[in-house]
Each structure stands twice: as structure tokens, then as C-alpha cells.
């Protein structure tokens, strides 16, 4: 009987995580690509992301007088606001690299399977930790566990190097956009 309810879990736990990655996959790009929006961006904007949810500093805000759980839980409850509100742009952002690199494959004058694969790489390793990071958080907000955006914020940089990196008539690939 144990075995027929983990196989049951399991089977389930396919089930969603092909429907979030078949949901993501069919959604249609926003025509949200910039030129000038990719010469300015930085992924290591969201490297405050990864001590946001830091445990020291609850440690260091126990160990002050007056201290009091709620004071603990507001502090958690805000800085997971926050995180979200940098997720949300941090996967807005995603989308756009991943824009102007189809874009670069799209009008580059010479085959660019390198890029594409590179491209449809990065979206599985991305979407993968996303999927991580949403039910981390969850568990995280119920004071289980930590939270690491490493993946994510290294599949961003990877992607954002690779648009960076164009080919020589990449140049003309911006101007048509």
C-alpha cells in the first residue's frame, strides 16, 4: 500500500512539473526587446538577492533586548515581499535576453545552432530553478529551509553573456528589431 501512495506522489509530482514547463513553454514572447535596455543591464543587480533571505540576520535581531517573535516574522514576511518583487522582475528580464538572443539567431546572416541550443539550454535550466525557488520560498515562509537563487541568477548571467557575445552582422540583427 506504500508503495502504490509514493508512486501516486511521484506520478503527480511529474504530472505538475510537466504542466508548469508546458505552461511557460507556449506562453508568447511581449515584444518587450531594447537595444538600449541590453546595453545598460546588469545581472549583478540581483545579487542582493541572495543574502535577502539570509538567516544571520535573524540570528543577529534575537540577540537584541525587546526582541520579540513577531518582530521576526514582519521582518520575514517583508523581505519575502521583496524577494518576490525581484523574482517577478528577475524573470521579467529572463524573457528579454531570451528575446534578443532568438532575435540574434533570427537575423544573424550566418546559422547561429550554437546560440539556439545554448538559448533552449539556459530556458530549461532557468525554468528548472524557478520551479525550485517558488517552492523553496514556500517552505521558507513557513520557516523550513533556505533559499539559494544561484541557478537562477547564473542562468541569467549565462544568457546575458551570450546575446552580449553576438556575431559579427549582430549589429544590423539590432537595428531591425
Known amino acids: 500500500m506504500t508503495i502504490l501512495w509514493v508512486s ?10 510537466m504542466a508548469y514547463f508546458l505552461r511557460m513553454a507556449v506562453r508568447p514572447a511581449r ?10 543591464f546588469r545581472p549583478s ?8 533571505l539570509d538567516d544571520e540576520e535573524f540570528a543577529f535581531l534575537k540577540s537584541q533586548p525587546g526582541f520579540h517573535p513577531s518582530i521576526a ?13 525581484y523574482l517577478r522582475q528577475l524573470k521579467r528580464d529572463f524573457q528579454r535576453l531570451q528575446e534578443a538572443g532568438r ?11 550554437d546560440l ?5 539550454q ?11 525557488v517558488h517552492i523553496r520560498l514556500a517552505l521558507y515562509r513557513l520557516g523550513i ?9 547564473g542562468a541569467l548571467e549565462t544568457v546575458s553573456h551570450s546575446v552580449r557575445m553576438p556575431a559579427p552582422n549582430a549589429a544590423q540583427a539590432w537595428s531591425r528589431a
Do not use: N
Open 45 to 52: 543587480r540581483y545579487r542582493p538577492m541572495e543574502r535577502l
Open 116 to 120: 539556439a541550443k545554448a538559448l533552449m
Open 103 to 113: 532575435l540574434m539567431v533570427l537575423y544573424s546572416e550566418e546559422d547561429r545552432p
Open 145 to 153: 529551509g533556505k533559499v539559494d537563487v544561484r541557478g537562477l541568477v
Open 31 to 40: 515584444g518587450s526587446f531594447d537595444a538600449h535596455w541590453l546595453e545598460s
Open 73 to 85: 516574522q514582519r521582518l520575514r514576511k517583508q523581505r519575502v515581499a521583496i524577494f518576490r518583487q
Open 8 to 17: 501516486f506522489a511521484v506520478a503527480l509530482t511529474v504530472a505538475v512539473t
Open 122 to 132: 539556459q530556458d530549461v535550466r532557468f525554468r528548472r530553478a524557478l520551479l525550485q
